[in-house]
């Protein structure tokens, strides 16, 4: 087993996942594991709790952020996650009208994890995504 860029470096990403629906955003936390087996993941049920657990982290390589009733583009959370140097990636089903104009990526539900493994080498290029077994029906 190889050690992940990360760990070789003595530097550990953290990630963020902002959503209410536990099941997904574990989900999200295992594949973000998967991509980078060193990494710190904080999940947080709404934008403020995210804000709250942000407190302690000096910088940040992205969020996974539900955008729900309140706009990320209009919150508190998404200023945090700008001074901490990471990237925004907006999930819903209606997510991110505000995603193109911010330079942010965008997540629609239902996702595979292949879209999030893209979404996370885009941040981190010196890793490659898991090269998953194609489903067979």
Known sequence: MTESASTLSG???TYLVVMREVLVAQD?????CDFDPAARVIIASGLEAAIAELANVPSLA???VEERHT???ASD???AIARRGGRVVVLGEQAGAQAPARD???LQK???TEQVLSLLS????DRSPLRLAPVVT
Do not use: E, G, Y
């Open 11 to 13: 530097r550990r990403d």
């Open 28 to 32: 999200l936390c295992l594949t973000i």
């Open 62 to 64: 992205v969020a996974f």
């Open 71 to 73: 706009p990320v583009a």
């Open 77 to 79: 959370l998404a200023a």
């Open 104 to 106: 942010w990526d965008i």
């Open 110 to 112: 239902p996702f595979v």
């Open 122 to 125: 885009r941040r981190r290029p």
